[in-house]
C-alpha cells in the first residue's frame, strides 16, 4: 500500500524539516492503515535517498545520502550545493581534460572525481573549489562524477556529467617531390608523403598501413609508412619515375589508405619536368691579340627533335665573375656579346649559363679558353709587278703591308720562302722593328691600338723557281699560279719560335697565297 508523497523539502534544509514531512506523512496515512496495518516504502528527497517503515502510528525513518551516510533528525549539517564543469566537452581522443567540482565556499573536506567507476583523483577543497584532470579517455560516453566529502557543516553530495570524447581525428597528409622542377634524364626524384596524427600519440595509436602514389591518376607506386619523428610516419618511392614523364607539369598524389584506428587521407603536388638543352660557347676570334674585341657566342639548341626551341637569355661569365648583363637568344637560340681582351696577354675561361625558360632547366656550358696571345697583326696586303727586262724568265713581284706589333717587343724577324716553306732563290730576312736594317717606315698607329707600334713594310719576293709560267713575249708577261709564304719568327735566320699573327682576323702561323699577277704592255 502507499501514499502519495508530500513535497519533499528542499536541498539546504535541516533535518528537522525533514521530521515534520514524515511525522506529517504518517498521519495521513492513519486512515489507511486503520491503525494497525504496516507500511514500507522509498523516501526521494534532495537530501538523498531513504527507508520509511511505519507500524500503527509509529514511524521510522533512515534517510542515506549519495555518499552512502545515514542521517537522522537530530543531524543539523545541511545539504550543500555542488557543481561539475568540463574544460572542453566533447573533447578529442586522448586529449587532456580539466574537470572542476565547485562546493560552497566555506566547505571544507575532499573531493574524489571518478571516471567510469575509476578514481583518478582525490583533491582537497579550497576556496570552494576542486580540479583535477584527466587524460587518454577513448572515443564515446564516460560518467564522470565528483563525490564530495562532505564536513561539520555540509553533508556528503555527489554529481556527475557525461564527457562526450570524439573519434580520431583522420592524419593530415603532406606530398613533395624533389627537387621539383626536375630535369628529364639527370635528376633522380623521389615522392614523400609524410602522414601526421592530429591527436596525442600515444594514447593515440601509432599511425599504419601504406601510401599509394598516383601520377596524374595512374598508380606509381605503394610504399609502406615507417616512423620519422614525433606524431609523423614517412612513406618515400624507391624508382625515379623521372624517365617516364614528358617534359610539362604532372599531378602527384598520395593517398594514405588507413588502418583500424585511423580514415584514409591524401594530398597532391604539382611536378614540373624539364628539359636539358644543349649549351655551347665560342669565341671569334680566338685567339685574340691584346687589344683587340671578340665576340662571344652561346648557342642553346633542343635535347631532340619534335622539342620548343630555346628562349630566354644567357648569362656569360669568366673566372673574375659575370661579363655585362643576360643577353637574349635570337630565334635561332644563339646569343652574342662583344668582349674586349685587354691588353694583356692572358686566358679566360668563358661559360655561358643558360637562365631557362617554361620549358627548359637552367644549363650552363662548359668552360671555354679564350686565349689572349702576344702576335702580330698584318694589314692588307695590296701587290704590285717589278719586271727588271721583258721576257727575263726570273723577276720579281713586290708586296708592301702594315704590320701591327705590340710596343713590348722588340725583336720580330719575317721569313720568307715558296709553297713549302722552305727558302727559294734568295730569301729575304728582314729586321722589322725600328732599329733594325731592314726597310720599316712607321706610320700612324690607330686609337684602337694604343700600346702598339705600326710599321708599312715593303717586301720584294724573287720569283726564282716559283711556279712561273712564260707566254708570248710581244705583248704581255705573266706569273702564273705564283705561291709563297711569309713567317714571322723571333730568329734572323728564320729558326727560333714562329711568332703568331693574324691576317683578316684569324689566328695564322703563315701566310700562303697563290697570286696571279698579268702585266699588259
Keep these: 500500500m502507499s501514499a502519495e508523497l508530500l513535497e519533499p523539502p528542499k536541498a539546504g534544509e535541516d533535518c528537522r524539516s525533514l521530521h515534520r514531512y514524515v511525522t506529517e506523512l504518517v498521519e495521513r496515512t492513519n486512515a489507511l492503515l486503520n491503525m494497525s496495518g504496516t507500511y514500507e516504502g522509498r523516501v526521494r528527497s534532495a537530501m538523498g535517498m531513504g527507508h520509511l517503515r511505519i507500524v500503527g502510528q509509529a514511524a521510522e525513518l533512515r534517510v542515506f545520502t549519495h555518499g552512502g551516510d545515514s542521517l537522522d533528525s537530530s543531524d543539523n549539517r545541511i545539504m550543500p550545493t555542488v557543481t561539475l564543469v568540463s574544460s572542453h566537452n566533447p573533447s578529442n581522443f586522448g586529449e587532456t581534460v580539466t574537470f572542476t567540482c565547485f562546493v560552497p565556499a566555506d566547505a571544507t573536506g575532499t573531493v574524489t572525481f571518478i571516471a567510469d567507476g575509476v578514481t583518478f583523483g582525490v583533491v582537497t577543497v579550497s576556496g570552494g573549489v576542486a580540479v583535477a584532470q584527466l587524460s587518454g579517455m577513448g572515443s564515446g560516453t564516460h560518467v564522470i562524477t565528483a563525490a564530495y566529502s562532505g564536513d561539520y557543516r555540509y553533508f556528503p553530495a555527489s554529481v556527475q556529467l557525461l564527457q562526450q570524447v570524439n573519434a580520431l581525428r583522420p592524419p593530415v597528409v603532406q606530398v613533395a617531390a624533389q627537387p621539383n622542377p626536375a630535369v628529364k634524364g639527370i635528376d633522380f626524384v623521389v615522392f614523400l608523403a609524410n602522414v601526421i596524427g592530429q591527436d596525442p600519440i600515444p594514447p593515440a595509436p601509432q599511425i599504419t598501413g601504406d601510401v599509394a602514389f598516383y601520377i596524374d591518376n595512374s598508380l606509381f607506386e605503394s610504399e609502406p609508412l615507417s616512423f620519422l619523428s614525433g606524431q609523423t610516419w614517412r612513406a618515400t618511392t624507391a624508382d625515379n619515375p623521372i624517365n617516364y614523364l614528358d617534359f610539362g607539369d604532372h599531378q602527384i598524389l598520395a593517398r594514405y589508405e588507413g588502418d583500424q584506428n585511423y580514415d584514409p587521407a591524401w594530398d597532391t603536388v604539382t611536378l614540373r619536368v624539364l628539359l636539358a638543352p644543349n649549351v655551347v660557347v665560342t669565341a671569334s676570334p680566338n685567339p685574340v691579340p691584346p687589344g683587340f674585341d671578340t665576340t662571344l657566342v652561346c648557342t642553346v639548341s633542343r635535347p631532340y627533335g619534335n622539342t620548343p626551341q630555346p628562349t630566354g637569355q644567357v648569362q656569360f661569365s669568366d673566372q673574375n665573375g ?167 719568327r723571333d730568329d734572323p735566320n728564320g729558326g727560333g719560335n714562329i711568332i703568331p699573327f693574324f691576317y683578316n682576323g684569324q689566328q695564322v702561323n703563315f701566310l700562303d697565297t697563290r697570286i696571279t699577277y698579268e702585266l699588259q704592255l
Design 322 to 488: 659575370n661579363i655585362g648583363s643576360p643577353v637574349d637568344l635570337d630565334q635561332n637560340g644563339v646569343a652574342r656579346l662583344t668582349f674586349s681582351a685587354g691588353n694583356t696577354p692572358t686566358v679566360f675561361h668563358i661559360t655561358g649559363k643558360y637562365l631557362g625558360d617554361d620549358n627548359y632547366a637552367p644549363t650552363q656550358s662548359a668552360t671555354f679558353d679564350l686565349q689572349v696571345v702576344d702576335a702580330l697583326v698584318v694589314g692588307p696586303l695590296p701587290s704590285e709587278i717589278d719586271v727588271a727586262t721583258l721576257c727575263q724568265q726570273t723577276g720579281s713581284f713586290a708586296v708592301w703591308f702594315d704590320l701591327y706589333a705590340p710596343a713590348t717587343r722588340t725583336n720580330v724577324y719575317l721569313y720568307s720562302g715558296d709553297q713549302y716553306g722552305s727558302p727559294n732563290g734568295t730569301t729575304i730576312v728582314d729586321i722589322l722593328l725600328p732599329g733594325g736594317t731592314g726597310q720599316t717606315t712607321l706610320v700612324a698607329t690607330p686609337s684602337s691600338m694604343q700600346g702598339w707600334i705600326a710599321i708599312n713594310r715593303f717586301l720584294r719576293v724573287y720569283t726564282q723557281k716559283v711556279d712561273t709560267a712564260v707566254s708570248s713575249c710581244t705583248n704581255q708577261f705573266v706569273f702564273g699560279s705564283g705561291r709563297w709564304r711569309i713567317q714571322f
